[in-house]
């Protein structure tokens, strides 16, 4: 077995391989190449998180000169690939129940060579020990991937890990608003009209909530990158995010942007979109969305669950693509919860 | 009744993990991207029918084919659309604000049924007021095949899950 070569990180590691592919002439990108790219960072976690076929399944998900580069240490090529994924990147210890690495809110774009993209981790301990449940670990942020189009697919041509970090201080509350009129029962809206959407219309609406959420996070751009996923005349309606506040009623992009306004810089990740559902309607497409926001761990502090939910979502397809029509947020309340606030509502209410 | 044993062996033949690209093999059609993303959205809306219970229950069934299978380490093996919806029924807290299967991850491969795959899955109790929680992880495995209604789920098996916190729904 050869020796792992271990190089020592600091916690701020560059980001030019990422940020110079981006910048230079991109090649457009199919459908099936987002896909199998998708595809790819699916089996990553497959892969790392069973140490399937003794490490070989991880490095072969890389290109023949693929590199790995961790906060711990990197790895370049087969036979490292390979060793690092059987010695595990963080532990030792392989997941009870071979399940661990959680990959939400994947971005990918065309570049030089071949293609990049973003996608955020956060590490789960699943009955670890037999203990029932599952612990949200100390571990997440995102990745940082260059691909490249092999004779077998597509391959991580680079995949670096970037921990969570905030250049601003962190929030102390929900950031997002929340709304409490009850969120629509899910209907088919086929039949009231919509036409069929392609792969490419499905990639692109998936990506605008994903590309939401690094806006958001980071605050790119003053807020441009936030207010790029809406249209102009984009809404999204809430009641005040803490009791007795301003009701949330933001019209347009420019109000819009004032949401992500926060420079945190791009290694901070906290809104993890999953189970992106989306139907063609007459407007263009609708959709829904699951929402956790996550407060990674830092300064001695656990990684916790700050809240949850779903967006609600109309899509139109404009001059310049995909973009969110209007959004609402509804913070998850369960069937109990809803009577006892109908109830105590019904109770509150003036005798007539 | 228990239909179709064959698929028992799909676990060991087809999530051989290789890491590498599945190449379709004899026998195999190709999937398209509009298959993947319409199996992916299939797997979504699992996660919409069973946390919304919406259609009483039928939004979670219809994910299945007619004659489609759950089987999971905590509960028996359900099969048909009826079993199925009577599942989702019985989700207690369900409703269409309520949020609690979150998947991820979602490998797909063509195969000769259709296509194979397998998505991670947290089950997050996290409710406004109360502390959130890790209710149960694991991974599902899945069998799709093509009907005319689209793609649907033939099998799922949930028996790579860890222990769930507290028993019940």
Not at chain 1, 225 to 247: I, M, Q
Request: include cysteine.
């Amino acid at each position: 077995m050869k020796t792992l070569r271990i190089v020592l990180l600091g916690l701020a590691l560059p980001l030019v391989p990422y940020q110079l592919l981006r910048a230079q002439a991109p090649a457009a990108l199919t459908a099936r190449d987002r896909i199998e790219i998708n595809q790819l960072a699916a089996r990553y976690a497959f892969a790392l998180d069973t140490r399937a076929n003794d490490g070989i399944a991880f490095a072969e998900l890389f290109a023949p000169d693929g590199e790995f580069v961790g906060v711990r240490g990197s790895a370049k090529g087969r036979d490292q690939l390979a060793e690092l994924a059987r010695s595990g990147i963080i532990t030792a210890k392989k997941p009870d129940v071979g399940v661990s690495h959680f990959g939400m809110n994947h971005v990918i774009e065309p570049a030089a060579g071949g293609a990049v993209g973003k996608e955020y981790l956060v590490m789960v301990d699943i009955a670890e020990g037999g203990k029932p449940g599952g612990d949200f670990s100390s571990i997440g942020g995102h990745y940082e991937d260059a691909y490249v189009k092999t004779a077998n697919g597509w391959r991580f041509k680079r995949r670096q890990f970037i921990p969570m970090k905030s250049l601003a201080p962190l929030p102390e509350s929900a950031t997002v608003p929340s709304i409490t009129r009850p969120a629509a029962a899910f209907a088919p809206v086929t039949a009231a009209g919509g036409g069929q959407l392609t792969a490419d219309d499905y990639l692109a609406i998936r990506a605008l909530a994903h590309t939401y959420a690094y806006g958001l996070d980071t605050g790119a751009g003053k807020g441009s990158l936030y207010a790029s996923v809406f249209t102009e005349d984009a809404e999204f309606h809430g009641p005040p995010a803490v009791p007795g506040g301003k009701p949330f009623d933001a019209k347009g992009r420019e109000a819009l942007r004032q949401f992500a306004l926060v420079d945190r810089g791009s290694a901070y990740v906290r809104h993890f979109m999953t189970n992106h559902l989306i139907e063609p309607s007459p407007e263009g497409a609708r959709g829904k969305v699951y929402l956790l926001v996550i407060d990674i761990a830092q300064s001695n502090k656990p990684t916790s669950v700050n809240m949850g939910g779903h967006y609600e979502d109309v899509y139109v397809k404009t001059a310049a693509g995909w973009r969110i029509k209007t959004r609402h947020f509804f913070r998850s309340k369960s069937a109990q919860t809803l009577k006892a606030e109908a109830d105590a509502a019904a109770g509150a209410s003036p005798a007539k | 009744m228990r239909k179709g044993l064959t698929v028992v062996v799909f676990g060991v033949c087809l999530f051989t993990a290789t890491g590498g690209a599945q190449q379709p093999a004899g026998g195999v059609t190709e999937l398209t991207p509009l298959d993947y993303i319409e199996i992916q959205q299939l797997a979504i809306r699992y996660a919409y029918g069973l946390d919304s219970t919406a259609d009483n229950g039928y939004m979670y069934a219809d994910v299945f084919t007619s004659d489609g299978e759950f089987v999971g380490r905590q509960v028996p093996l359900t099969q048909g659309r009826e079993a199925l919806a009577r599942v989702a029924r019985s989700v207690r807290k369900g409703n269409p604000m309520y949020v609690r299967h979150f998947i991820a991850n979602h490998e797909i491969h063509p195969s000769p049924e259709g296509a194979t795959g397998k998505v991670y899955l947290m089950v997050v109790d996290v409710e406004e007021g109360q502390p959130s929680s890790i209710y149960i992880g694991g991974r599902y495995e899945d069998v799709y095949v093509k009907t005319p209604q689209g793609w649907r789920i033939k099998r799922r098996d949930a028996r790579n899950m860890g222990t769930p916190r507290n028993p019940g729904l």
